[in-house]
């Protein structure tokens, strides 16, 4: 697959090549979920990976031209009686930030999460935008 550089996007924050690592331990970590960024005739569309994460514990904000997912994975609470025999899923706080250029409809920013999948809708606008804004996720 041919990846390249889009002079709208920018990502930036700590980025975690390591987010399923096979790693066996119970310690939160920091992640940063991967994300794909499809360019549309009308739009861009940002899709990132929250698997297991309830839509309740995130939140998607847009200021000074930077689109920012923040949140955290909760990890398994034991019950009375069980043992760990191995532990790959990981859990904590969680960011990712996208710089985009002005071409964005602050107003019209939409986001929706389903099956583990933030999708998030940003109509291009020929009106330069700075505005900041939370994005409501249905």
Same mark, same amino acid.
């Given at each position: 697959?041919?990846m390249?550089h =889009?002079p709208?996007f920018?990502?930036h924050?700590?980025?975690?090549? =390591?987010?399923?690592?096979?790693?066996?331990?119970e310690?939160?970590?920091y992640?940063?979920? @991967?994300?794909?960024?499809? +360019?549309?005739?009308?739009?861009y569309?940002?899709?990132?990976?929250?698997?297991g994460?309830?839509?309740?514990n995130?939140?998607? +904000?847009f %200021?000074?031209?930077t689109l920012t997912i923040?949140g955290?994975?909760?990890k398994y609470? @034991?019950?009375e009686?069980?043992?760990?025999?191995?532990?790959e899923?990981?859990?904590?706080?969680?960011?990712?930030?996208?710089r985009?250029g002005?071409?964005?409809?602050?107003e019209q920013?939409?986001?929706?999460?389903?099956?583990g999948i933030l %999708?998030? =809708?940003?109509?291009k606008?020929?009106?330069s935008?700075?505005?900041?804004v939370?994005?409501?996720?249905?």
């Amino acid at each position: 697959m041919l990846m390249r550089h =889009h002079p709208m996007f920018g990502c930036h924050g700590n980025f975690n090549p =390591h987010l399923w690592s096979d790693e066996n331990s119970e310690n939160e970590i920091y992640m940063s979920p @991967r994300a794909d960024i499809i +360019e549309c005739s009308d739009e861009y569309l940002i899709l990132a990976e929250l698997p297991g994460v309830d839509k309740n514990n995130f939140k998607v +904000e847009f %200021e000074k031209n930077t689109l920012t997912i923040t949140g955290k994975k909760n990890k398994y609470e @034991r019950k009375e009686g069980e043992q760990f025999l191995r532990v790959e899923r990981q859990c904590g706080d969680y960011q990712r930030s996208f710089r985009i250029g002005n071409e964005i409809n602050t107003e019209q920013i939409s986001a929706k999460y389903a099956n583990g999948i933030l %999708e998030i =809708h940003l109509p291009k606008t020929q009106v330069s935008q700075s505005k900041s804004v939370e994005i409501q996720i249905n």
